[in-house]
């Protein structure tokens, strides 16, 4: 069993930064795919950022390329998701998942392990 728990959520101005975390504990999860996908409310979860337990395979989606960076160590069972450029369109509920096996990681269906969620909120 694996427990996930973001932080780093908040509030941020458009043109803004944020730094979330998600700390690993439980059982081990160096092995595993990280990601991160967000919801916004009425929408479906939408896949933000993944990385090998390597950090050889980094994805992002189309809609943060370039601004998001996701990142992990290993040594503390933690990944990290710098969010710089921030668009009132990032608003959402973030929620951090591990997984291993087959599968995409762009798929949330595919991911074993789940956090509660951390709400990012960019003004305008």
């Known amino acids: 069993q694996v427990q996930l728990v973001e932080s780093g959520g908040g509030l941020a101005q458009a043109g803004g930064s944020l730094r979330l975390s998600c700390a690993a504990s439980g059982r081990t999860v160096s092995n595993y795919f990280m990601g991160w996908f967000r919801q916004a409310p009425g929408k479906e979860r939408e896949f933000v950022a993944a990385?090998?337990?390597?950090?050889?395979?980094?994805d992002y989606g189309d809609s943060v390329k370039g601004r998001f960076t996701i990142s992990r160590d290993n040594a503390k069972n933690t990944v990290y998701l710098q969010m710089n450029s921030l668009k009132s369109e990032d608003t959402a509920v973030y929620y951090c998942?591990?997984?291993?096996?087959?599968?995409?990681?762009?798929?949330?269906?595919?991911?074993?392990?789940w956090g509660q969620g951390t709400q990012v909120t960019v003004s305008s």
């Open positions: 998942a591990t997984k291993g096996g087959s599968g995409s990681y762009r798929i949330s269906a595919t991911y074993w392990y």
């Open positions: 990385i090998s337990w390597s950090g050889g395979t980094i």
